[in-house]
């Protein structure tokens, strides 16, 4: 089934072809559960909004617009349970910042290591529709086209969300001090 395009592979799916709803799931399993890991922060979390993910594009794969690319189609299911699961989140509760870093290579350095921290801990402090462009963008590394279509906006909104972000990312970089 690897060697199908989303299109095929989905109207095999809508057909009740177990094989391409399992290649669907492992061509994008890992891109949702990132995207959802740099929105919710919580490994845990970004796992079931993945699962969640699949559940609902699978439910509803009947109202899939083939006129859109079906990974778009699914970043937008991915990004709006990512979002309802901030939502869902008891007021006052707080990332912590000692989460596992679940990233390979024990060889980083410990200043890398600390820049990264920095970024995501400036990352979450943007708004969830901040951080989605933000992940968007930089880690899923979407053109604005394919970013407007899944979060269903205007293209101009997205850059000027986009333009938004990096100034508020820009002023919680340059008030962070590294620990001596």
């Not at 869902?88 to 410990?110: C, V, W």
């Not at 400036?122 to 970013?147: D, F, G, I, K, N």
Request: contains cysteine; negative net charge.
């Amino acid at each position: 089934m690897t060697e199908y395009d989303d299109a095929t592979l989905v109207k095999h799916c809508q057909r009740g072809n177990r094989d391409a709803c399992a290649e669907l799931v492992t061509r994008y399993q890992k891109p949702v559960f990132n995207a959802a890991l740099r929105l919710l922060h919580n490994a845990e979390d970004a796992r079931d909004a993945a699962q969640s993910t699949f559940l609902k594009a699978f439910e509803h794969l009947a109202d899939y617009d083939s006129s859109f690319k079906f990974y778009s189609w699914l970043y937008r299911i991915a990004i709006n349970e990512s979002l309802n699961a901030l939502k869902a989140r008891k007021p006052g509760m707080e990332i912590s910042g000692n989460e596992p870093d679940e990233t390979p290579g024990p060889d980083r350095s410990a200043e890398a290591s600390e820049a990264r921290r920095a970024i995501e801990d400036a990352l979450m402090h943007l708004t969830p529709e901040l951080r989605a462009v933000v992940v968007l963008r930089h880690t899923m590394q979407l053109s604005y086209q394919e970013m407007a279509e899944i979060l269903a906006l205007p293209e101009k909104t997205v850059k000027s969300r986009l333009y938004s972000a990096r100034q508020l990312l820009r002023e919680q970089l340059l008030a962070f001090e590294p620990a001596a």
